[in-house]
C-alpha cells in the first residue's frame, strides 16, 4: 500500500513540476514587440469592413455629365423614387460594410437643404423643396446596421468664392452641417481633383488654387474632430492623413501593398505619386491604408449609355481579388439612375459577384486544420501554428525574436482541389512581412505555386488549381519575426 502511495505521490509530483516548468516557459514569453507604425483602433475597424460601396449621385445624373459645371438649374433634380432602403439592402447582401455618398460633387449642388447655398436640394422639386438624400440614406444606413460615410468635394465650380478664403469658411460650415446632423460617420472623402474653369457665382473662368496649402487640412480636421472625435472618424485623401488614394480608378493596389508611406513625400495633385500612392513604402513613417476606388460603370454617375457596359461579376470578382486579396478596402461606386435607384444590371452584376465570392470562397478547406511550424514562439502553445486556423482572428502564430524566415505546413482532411490561399498578419503590431513563397506537396516533392511579397491586412493568392493534401507557406522575409493571424485555403 505504501508503496503504491509513494508511486502514486511521485508520479503527481513529476506531473506538477512538468505543468508548473511549461507554464512559467509560457509565462516568460513575450509577447512580440510592435513594428511601427501600427494602426489606430479606427483603421482596425475600417481595415475588418473589406468592402465599402460609393454612391454617386447628384444633379450629374440628371444632366448626363461626369463633372458638372456648377451652372445647373436645381429643377433639373427630380428622382420620381428614391430608394435608399434598395441600395442599402443589394449591398449588405453583397456583403459591403459602409456606404459613401457624394453629398455634393464638383458641381456644387448640395444633396441636403444646407443653409448655406441655394445651389441645393431645396430649391429642386424633389418632395417640393422638402426632400434630404443624405438624411434618407443616412436613415436606410442605420436600419440597416451599416456604416456611413461622406463625399464633399473641396472643389466647387458653383461658389462664387471659390479661391479665396471665404470659400474654405463656406466649406467648413458645410461640413460641420453635415457631421452634427448626420453622424456618426466613419470616414470623410475629400477628392483631391480640381479642373479649375466653372461657374463660380456667374463669372465663369479658370481658377488655380495651391493643392497643397488652399484647404488647409489640419484646421478643418480639428473642427470636425471637435464636433465627432477622430478616433471614429477616418479622411481620405490622395495624402490621408487616415486613408490615402490607391493612385488608380480601375480597381487595383500594387501587388506589393505596404500600409506604410511618408505623408511628406505626397499631396493631392503632385504629379509622380501615383506608382507610390499604389504600393505604399516599406520604411514609411505612417499608417496610411489604401482604399481601392473604381466605378461598376466607366463613369462614377448614371448614364443610360453605360447600361449594358456594367462591369460583369467575373470582373468584380478580379477587382475583389486584386483590392481586398491585396489588402486594401475597395470601395465600389454604384450610381442610382434617375429613378433614384440602383439599375437592374447594376443589381445583377451586384448578385453575380456575390455568388462568386459565396462559390470560390465560401468554404474554407484550411478550417481547424493541423499546422506544423518550423520554429515556434518560445515554443509556447499559444504561438503555435494552430493559431492561424482557429478561427480566431486574435491569435496568432509567431516565431522567436530574430527569425525572419520560417515555413508552415497545412495538412488538409485530405486530397482536395486548390486554387486560392487566404494568409492575414496580425497588423496590430504592424505590418511585417516581405515576401513568401506557397508550394503544394505533390507525392513527395513539393511544388512552388507562388512567390509572392507583402501579405498585411489579407493576401488572397490565386493559384492554378493544384490537387494536394499538404500546402507549405514559407515567410522567406520579414522586418521581424513574422505574426500571422490567420490562413485560409479553398
Ligand atoms: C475623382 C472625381 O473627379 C470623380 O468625379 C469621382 O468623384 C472620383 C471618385 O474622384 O477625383
Not at 470659400?167 to 472623402?189: A, C, D, H, M
Not at 477587382?319 to 429613378?339: A, C, E, K, Q
Not at 516581405?434 to 491586412?457: H, N
Request: with cysteine.
Amino acid at each position: 500500500m505504501k508503496k503504491w502511495r509513494i508511486i502514486w505521490l511521485n508520479y503527481a509530483a513529476t506531473v506538477f513540476c512538468n505543468v508548473l516548468f511549461f507554464q512559467l516557459q509560457a509565462q516568460n514569453v513575450k509577447e512580440p514587440a510592435p513594428v511601427y507604425p501600427v494602426p489606430t483602433e479606427a483603421q482596425l475597424k475600417w481595415h475588418e469592413m473589406e468592402m465599402n460601396a460609393f454612391i454617386h449621385f447628384t444633379i450629374n445624373t440628371f444632366t448626363d455629365k461626369e463633372w458638372g459645371y456648377g451652372d445647373e438649374n436645381p429643377a433639373l433634380f427630380n428622382p420620381s423614387g428614391v430608394d435608399a432602403p434598395q441600395w442599402v439592402a443589394e449591398l449588405k447582401n453583397a456583403g459591403f460594410k459602409g456606404l459613401i455618398l457624394t453629398a455634393k460633387h464638383h458641381d456644387g449642388f448640395a444633396l441636403w437643404p444646407s443653409k448655406y447655398t441655394s445651389h441645393s436640394i431645396k430649391n429642386s422639386p424633389y418632395k417640393n423643396g422638402k426632400g434630404d438624400i443624405v438624411k434618407e440614406l443616412s436613415d436606410a444606413v442605420k436600419k440597416g446596421g451599416l456604416k456611413l460615410g461622406l463625399y464633399l468635394s473641396p472643389w466647387d465650380r458653383n461658389h462664387a468664392d471659390y479661391g479665396t478664403g471665404s470659400y474654405i469658411t463656406y466649406y467648413r460650415k458645410q461640413l460641420s452641417e453635415l457631421v452634427k446632423n448626420y453622424g456618426p460617420l466613419f470616414e470623410i472623402w475629400f477628392d483631391g481633383a480640381n479642373g479649375g474653369d466653372g461657374f463660380y457665382g456667374g463669372r465663369r473662368e479658370a481658377r488655380k488654387i495651391n493643392g497643397a496649402t488652399y484647404y488647409n487640412w489640419p484646421a478643418t480636421i480639428r473642427m470636425v474632430d471637435s464636433i465627432q472625435p477622430k478616433p471614429q472618424i477616418l479622411f481620405f485623401s490622395d495624402a490621408g492623413p487616415d486613408i490615402r488614394w490607391v493612385g488608380n480608378e480601375e480597381g487595383h493596389v500594387g501587388k506589393t501593398n505596404w500600409n506604410n508611406i511618408t505623408p511628406d513625400t505626397l499631396y493631392a495633385g503632385k504629379s509622380g505619386i501615383n506608382s507610390l500612392l499604389n504600393t505604399g513604402s516599406e520604411n514609411g513613417t505612417q499608417w496610411i491604408p489604401a482604399e481601392t476606388d473604381v466605378s461598376i460603370r466607366s463613369g462614377w454617375f448614371y448614364h443610360t449609355r453605360e447600361d449594358a457596359k456594367v462591369k460583369t461579376p467575373e470582373k468584380l470578382f478580379d477587382i475583389y481579388l486584386s483590392s481586398v486579396g491585396r489588402g486594401s478596402t475597395l470601395l465600389l461606386n454604384i450610381p442610382p439612375d434617375r429613378t433614384g435607384r440602383f439599375h437592374e444590371n447594376d443589381v445583377a452584376s451586384l448578385r453575380g459577384f456575390k455568388e462568386l465570392l459565396n462559390r470560390r470562397l465560401g468554404t474554407n478547406l484550411a478550417k481547424k486544420s493541423k499546422v506544423t511550424a518550423s520554429n515556434t514562439r518560445g515554443k509556447n502553445p499559444r504561438f503555435a501554428g494552430s493559431a492561424m486556423t482557429d478561427g480566431n482572428k486574435e491569435t496568432y502564430w509567431a516565431t522567436d525574436d530574430g527569425v525572419t524566415s520560417a515555413s508552415f505546413e497545412i495538412e488538409l482532411d485530405n486530397q482536395k482541389t486548390v486554387q486560392y490561399i487566404l494568409l492575414q498578419e496580425y497588423i496590430r503590431l504592424g505590418q511585417r512581412v516581405k515576401s513568401f513563397t506557397i508550394e503544394a506537396l505533390q507525392g513527395s516533392d513539393w511544388k512552388l505555386l507562388a512567390e509572392e511579397t507583402t501579405i498585411g491586412y489579407k493576401r488572397i493568392v490565386n493559384v492554378t488549381p493544384v490537387t494536394t493534401q499538404k500546402i507549405r507557406v514559407t515567410i522567406t522575409a520579414s522586418k521581424a519575426c513574422p505574426l500571422i493571424s490567420n490562413v485560409e485555403v479553398f
